[in-house]
Nanobody, 125 residues
Framework: QVQLAESGGGLVQAGGSLRLSCAAS????????MAWFRQAPGKEREFVAA??????PTYYADSVKGRFTISRDNANLYLQMNSLNAEDTAVYYC????????????????????WGQGTQVSVSS
């Protein structure tokens, strides 16, 4: 089993930056594709960014492209968020796909098996 724990959320002014981290424990995630999703109040959980187990390539939702950067090391996943705006307010979740060294990186929730509890990001306008 894999446990994921997000950190780094908080309250920031529009235009500001935050760096989210996701620490993995229980089993190495170095061979798993991983992703960030988010869920705003009253909305469905949506894809934000994903990264292949090898570190490249990376994928982004159109709404965050050019502002967010996903990265990873052997045991952690990161999301650098710049130029934040009110529409980025949400609970952010990291997720891992348990299929080892999967070639295809998915952007859909049902392809991810392990989830963290989420970290709140609030952007004030």
């Amino acid at each position: 089993q894999v446990q994921l724990a997000e950190s780094g959320g908080g309250l920031v002014q529009a235009g500001g930056s935050l760096r989210l981290s996701c620490a993995a424990s229980g089993r190495t995630v170095s061979n798993y594709n991983m992703a960030w999703f988010r869920q705003a109040p009253g909305k469905e959980r949506e894809f934000v960014a994903a990264i292949r187990w090898s570190g490249t390539p990376t994928y982004y939702a159109d709404s965050v492209k050019g502002r967010f950067t996903i990265s990873r090391d052997n045991a952690n996943l990161y999301l650098q968020m710049n130029s934040l705006n009110a529409e980025d307010t949400a609970v952010y979740y990291c997720a891992a796909d348990r299929r080892i060294q999967r070639r295809v990186v998915y952007k859909t929730i049902n392809e991810y098996d392990y989830w963290g509890q989420g970290t709140q990001v609030s952007v004030s306008s």
